[in-house]
């Protein structure tokens, strides 16, 4: 079964803590994984995908198939950060995603 | 820089009544999608489309139907309204089957009464 689990609905923080935001997911074979955020009043979109392997906006995350998870993290969170964050999987057939039920981040100063 | 726009914002319907919500995108995108987005159970895709004319089911696709007659427009259709379907929809386009990037639409809040 192809599943991604986000456990936290919500992750509330201080500014200039550190974040990890959970995702860990099911899926046979080699997994596209991606992160998509909605900042409030905002559209959804692309925060970053594990291919990359690159930091944007001061976010990494790292495919571990061992835990089969794929963690957002980043060392010091600002309050521009709040906002819902989704995990998000390409299927099987490669046609569509499935994303995970958000984690909404609030940080406050 | 793609722009995905949805018909409308907010919308209030009655229970029975067809609802048609519209999404077009301006980038000449080969895939277009239709997710329902509830607090709690995320986004949930309702349909999608590869190409013009073609459709498939996703997780959630009892109560509704799509409609994609031109390759910029795909249209989410509500035959008969029930109050379980308010939520906020989402629209969203991809290049083609091999991109990894969505774009999406703002969201239109359907309340149905």
């Known amino acids: 079964a192809q599943r991604v689990t986000q456990p936290e609905k919500l992750l509330s923080v201080f500014k200039g803590a550190p974040v990890e935001l959970k995702c860990n997911y099911s899926?046979?074979?080699?997994?596209?994984l991606f992160w998509y955020v909605q900042y409030s009043r905002q559209r959804l979109q692309l925060l970053l995908r594990h291919i990359s392997r690159e930091s944007i906006k001061g976010f990494t995350a790292d495919l571990n198939k061992g835990e089969t998870s794929f963690h957002l993290k980043k060392p010091f969170a600002q309050e521009e950060d709040s906002a819902m964050y989704y995990c998000a999987l390409r299927n099987q057939a490669g046609t569509a995603l499935i994303f995970g039920k958000g984690t909404t981040l609030s940080v406050s100063s | 820089d793609v722009k995905v726009t949805q018909s409308s914002r907010y919308l209030v319907k009655r229970t029975g009544e067809k609802v048609f919500l519209e999404c077009v995108q301006d980038?000449?995108?080969?895939?277009m999608f239709w997710y329902r987005q509830d607090p709690g159970l995320g986004l949930r895709l309702i349909y999608f489309?590869?190409?013009?004319?073609?459709?498939e089911k996703g997780d959630i696709p009892e109560g509704y139907s799509v409609s994609r007659e031109k390759k910029e427009r795909f249209s989410l259709i509500l035959e008969s309204a029930s109050t379980n379907q308010t939520s906020m929809y989402l629209c969203?386009?991809?290049?083609?089957?091999?991109?990894?990037?969505?774009?999406f639409g703002p969201g239109t809040r359907l309340t149905v009464t």
């Open positions: 899926y046979s074979g080699s997994p596209e």
């Open positions: 969203a386009s991809s290049l083609d089957s091999r991109s990894y990037e969505q774009y």
């Open positions: 489309s590869y190409d013009v004319k073609m459709k």
């Open positions: 980038m000449d995108h080969e895939n």
